[in-house]
């Protein structure tokens, strides 16, 4: 819910604070899992998704994610 509070909404605010620093003190960029089932905004918990749709989210979202770092 950090970085996608509601479906397609991305924020990067505080993930980009994070990425200026490592880039800033000349450190790699390192990341972590991209969902964890402990963490899920509740739009995908409450969804009532299909297998479909779930895998199509899913997809959407680390792609967005890792896409937007990729090379840092």
Known sequence: DATE?????????NADVIAQLAKTDGQL??????????QLPSWVSSGNFNA???S??????C????GRYKGQ
């Not at 792609?63 to 890792?66: G, K």
């Open 5 to 13: 509070p509601s479906r397609g909404d991305f924020t990067f605010q």
């Open 29 to 38: 960029l390192r990341g972590h899992n991209c969902v964890w089932h402990e």
């Open 52 to 54: 479909a749709t779930l």
């Open 56 to 61: 199509s989210i899913l997809t959407t979202h």
């Open 63 to 66: 792609s967005t994610l890792v």
